[in-house]
């Protein structure tokens, strides 16, 4: 039985700012927005926030931090973001280079100013979709969602660039549309599939093998429904090998105060 | 009879280039989404980026140049940002200094590279209320919509703040439910009403005196329905006193090769 099932938002930030809890956050806080982050230096902002502007579908920004500033006034009152993700992965030059639950102390004495980025999270629209009675397999199967590199180029910006990575869910047919007309409703969040039932179509070769993630069952009478990825900022940030990256570990989200449901608005 | 009622948006930016057309844009091009445009110094460009992204209901941006380039590739592939609108404004440190509908020698002899930024605009929705059957007052009486300042206060961004500015119009009480969900489909334009029959909530005292615009009628059985309006992104930039913002003129905007019913996506 999972404790914090039903925990607000700012109690489990508490809990895992004091390092009481380090397993990635799903489940958590249910109802409630989780997010993805990226933290980098100001000089990289500009392009950064540029990539996202130009690639909503895959890079939906929840919240821009101010420069030096650690928390998200918005979405998250009172949050700490160098303490409140459960894991944080490191990366400097583009390598990975340290996994930790805590980043006040590299935040604080890296000599310039960082910026974080708060980015709209696929679990938001699971929810609503389990919510309308539409399963989603890799919940089923306890398995991580499988990601695919596409051939779908991003629009660049500045020293970003690259291809969208897409999730994949299996669909029944006869709920293909409800699910494309749900996501779609959550532009915040990805938003609408991007590819229905053609894989060859954006140049993925094999379901069987995800590029990120792991691979689940499609059943007879599915379909293989295609979404934007938020792995696609974070490609493009690690291609662009900046000096330093501090991301969320994947499945460690950010946990804010607003609903799910309320990202439709 | 308006010749340019159905001309492609490619076709009517080449006339209006050519500087044989310099009126307001309304009911050109049928069908195809308008844009407010703001061209700033790069040195500004991330806090208005930023200004944007934190207040995406009143400066839903469409699209963002590359610093010094003269073209908006995705929504007008070929456009002259400096040529196509039919009249820009100059303002330096704040101030209205000249009207023109070139500003091509500006632009390319200034000293720092400029950004240009394409905001969404209320004809996009407007064209789909009107297509629903419901009226559109100001269209109706042939004025400016009004528009008011408000006491809402705006998340800042770096140089960047203010209040938002709503237009107005007003709605028959039996349509509202439907114009507040034609246009909350549209987020890329505005998206849905911010107040709905409650001037003084948003504190707006006087109806009859907009603070931009022109008044309207409101019949008997209409209710005022108020929409965030890109007045509210100019406000924010006039009143940081750039050392140089071009604009378009009021009614003469940026048309683009989008339809108004794509920006649903």
Redesign the interface.
Known sequence: MNPYLHALPAQMRDVIRKGEFTLPTTGLCEGYAQGNLVILPEKL??DF??FC??NPKACP?L??SNAGARTFP?YANGSDITRDVPRYRIYRDGVLTEECNDVTALFDSYPERLVSFLIGCSFSFEFELLAAGIPVRQIEEGVNVPMYDTSIPC?SAGVFSGNMVVSMRPISHQKVPMAVAIT?GM?RVHG?PIQIGSPEAIGIADLAKPDYGDPVTIHPGEVPVFWPCGVTPQNAVMHSKPSLAITHAPGHMFITDVKNTALK?
């Open positions: 902002a500009y926030l540029l502007q130009r920004l919240e821009v918005t629009a779609a532009p609408a608005w």
